[in-house]
């Protein structure tokens, strides 16, 4: 004799201890919780569950609920309405799972009786077609361009290095990117800066760049600072982002952003170019070494030109710059090894790179114990206008 489906869920809930909204609440907030597990659709689950459930299809239940749940343990299945979670619950019994339960309403019901509930971060559809060449590597995935997605990256500059930093970052899925540069752009910068126009020379960079990164990726918020980053506005303007970028071409602003990330205890990933040679490094405040732990005191004004008396070659902008953008995005998934404890040096022309060891300095002036962290006339301190001496370290 055939059964209706009305006959089907009667002959389960004879079988099928139902649960009451009530009961679950109770029971998953015990030291012995159930295995709760969601039978719905994706799309079901994507618009928000119950906390601490585990989301396994209806269609996958009897081949993955050995990775789940052992047939000795509780478990309690939820669907939308409580019909599909009755008859799956069935199935499993039949499986050997003694201790299935159902939740009676299912969380339309959990939902209306005021639980908790979460949803969960998801890509949208148009996103996990963008960024599927992230999400098939496993050390990033959906959940670490869901990480890329809410990070804030402030770039100091965006100029050489700035430019191929921000367009990378802003291609991978880095939600905010916060520019500061007070500089316009000139003709002479479009042989390195490529984040800029012919037809934009005269504009600021950081609107210039905003209009990039706008037309790369809808994705990404840009913050504009037009502004010079100095001592009274720094902690500011980085109290708004997780991971600084310095693309700076000046020793004063780098010593700035030296002291204020330690001061914030944000993350800094240096880069310096010169000619053929380009540096780069990554300073985790109070982790690794800092950039004073490197370098204590500026150098003497006339053995650090500026690639604006020395010039430097547009393309080592680029790899420096993109060294800088991966750094980051590994600071952000807190994946691989980053360059903290090394300084990179690459020469262009040798086709060369290296690496230097930095280690903490136990009497660094920047974030050793006894160091006395404070800003400071950083434009005459560079220029070597009473400077006080602090041990040259070896
Ligand atoms: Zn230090």
């Given at each position: 004799m055939a059964q209706t489906y009305q006959d089907l869920l009667a002959a389960a809930r004879a079988e099928i201890r139902e649960v009451q909204v009530d009961e679950l609440a109770q029971r998953l907030a015990a030291a012995q919780a159930p295995v709760l597990i969601d039978v719905r659709e994706q799309s079901e689950w994507d618009e928000g569950h119950v906390p601490g459930a585990v989301h396994v299809p209806r269609g996958y239940l009897e081949s993955r609920i050995a990775g789940v749940a052992a047939p000795d343990d509780q478990v309690v299945l939820v669907c939308a309405g409580g019909m599909r979670s009755l008859l799956a619950a069935r199935n499993l019994r039949e499986m050997g799972y003694e201790h299935v339960e159902s939740l009676a309403g299912g969380f339309t019901r959990w939902k209306q009786s005021g639980q908790d509930y979460v949803v969960p971060q998801t890509l949208t559809p148009q996103q996990r077609s963008r960024y599927s060449r992230h999400t098939l590597i496993p050390e990033v995935g959906e959940a670490g361009q869901l990480k890329l997605l809410g990070a804030r990256v402030l770039l100091i500059g965006a100029g050489g290095l700035g430019s191929p930093a921000a367009y990378y970052l802003a291609a991978a899925g880095v939600g905010t990117i916060g520019l500061a540069d007070d500089d316009v752009v000139d003709a002479s910068n479009l042989q390195r800066q490529i984040i800029h126009t012919t037809d934009r020379v005269g504009m600021l960079k950081a609107e210039s760049a905003k209009i990039a990164i706008e037309a790369l990726n809808p994705d990404v918020k840009v913050n504009v600072h037009a502004t010079r980053i100095n001592r009274d506005n720094v902690l500011d303007i980085i109290a708004g982002y997780d991971v600084i970028v310095d693309g700076a071409d000046n020793f004063p602003t780098r010593y700035l952003l030296a002291d204020a990330s330690l001061m914030a205890r944000k993350p800094l990933v240096h880069a310096s170019i010169l000619r053929f040679e380009g540096h780069a490094s990554v300073f985790i405040p109070y982790d690794g070494p800092c950039y004073r732990c490197l370098f204590p005191e500026p150098p003497p004004p006339d053995l650090a030109p500026s690639c604006g008396e020395?010039?430097?070659?547009?393309v080592l902008c680029g790899v420096m710059g993109n060294i800088q953008a991966n750094e980051a995005i590994k600071v952000i998934l807190g994946i691989g090894e980053t360059l903290s404890g090394r300084l990179l040096v690459y020469d262009a022309l040798g086709m060369e790179f290296n690496e230097l060891k930095v280690r903490r300095d136990p009497?660094?002036?920047?974030?050793?114990?006894d160091a006395q962290l404070e800003f400071r006339d950083y434009d005459a301190w560079c220029a070597g206008i009473g400077r006080h001496t602090e041990a040259v370290h070896a």
């Amino acid at each position: 004799m055939a059964q209706t489906y009305q006959d089907l869920l009667a002959a389960a809930r004879a079988e099928i201890r139902e649960v009451q909204v009530d009961e679950l609440a109770q029971r998953l907030a015990a030291a012995q919780a159930p295995v709760l597990i969601d039978v719905r659709e994706q799309s079901e689950w994507d618009e928000g569950h119950v906390p601490g459930a585990v989301h396994v299809p209806r269609g996958y239940l009897e081949s993955r609920i050995a990775g789940v749940a052992a047939p000795d343990d509780q478990v309690v299945l939820v669907c939308a309405g409580g019909m599909r979670s009755l008859l799956a619950a069935r199935n499993l019994r039949e499986m050997g799972y003694e201790h299935v339960e159902s939740l009676a309403g299912g969380f339309t019901r959990w939902k209306q009786s005021g639980q908790d509930y979460v949803v969960p971060q998801t890509l949208t559809p148009q996103q996990r077609s963008r960024y599927s060449r992230h999400t098939l590597i496993p050390e990033v995935g959906e959940a670490g361009q869901l990480k890329l997605l809410g990070a804030r990256v402030l770039l100091i500059g965006a100029g050489g290095l700035g430019s191929p930093a921000a367009y990378y970052l802003a291609a991978a899925g880095v939600g905010t990117i916060g520019l500061a540069d007070d500089d316009v752009v000139d003709a002479s910068n479009l042989q390195r800066q490529i984040i800029h126009t012919t037809d934009r020379v005269g504009m600021l960079k950081a609107e210039s760049a905003k209009i990039a990164i706008e037309a790369l990726n809808p994705d990404v918020k840009v913050n504009v600072h037009a502004t010079r980053i100095n001592r009274d506005n720094v902690l500011d303007i980085i109290a708004g982002y997780d991971v600084i970028v310095d693309g700076a071409d000046n020793f004063p602003t780098r010593y700035l952003l030296a002291d204020a990330s330690l001061m914030a205890r944000k993350p800094l990933v240096h880069a310096s170019i010169l000619r053929f040679e380009g540096h780069a490094s990554v300073f985790i405040p109070y982790d690794g070494p800092c950039y004073r732990c490197l370098f204590p005191e500026p150098p003497p004004p006339d053995l650090a030109p500026s690639c604006g008396e020395a010039g430097v070659l547009g393309v080592l902008c680029g790899v420096m710059g993109n060294i800088q953008a991966n750094e980051a995005i590994k600071v952000i998934l807190g994946i691989g090894e980053t360059l903290s404890g090394r300084l990179l040096v690459y020469d262009a022309l040798g086709m060369e790179f290296n690496e230097l060891k930095v280690r903490r300095d136990p009497n660094c002036p920047g974030c050793g114990p006894d160091a006395q962290l404070e800003f400071r006339d950083y434009d005459a301190w560079c220029a070597g206008i009473g400077r006080h001496t602090e041990a040259v370290h070896a």
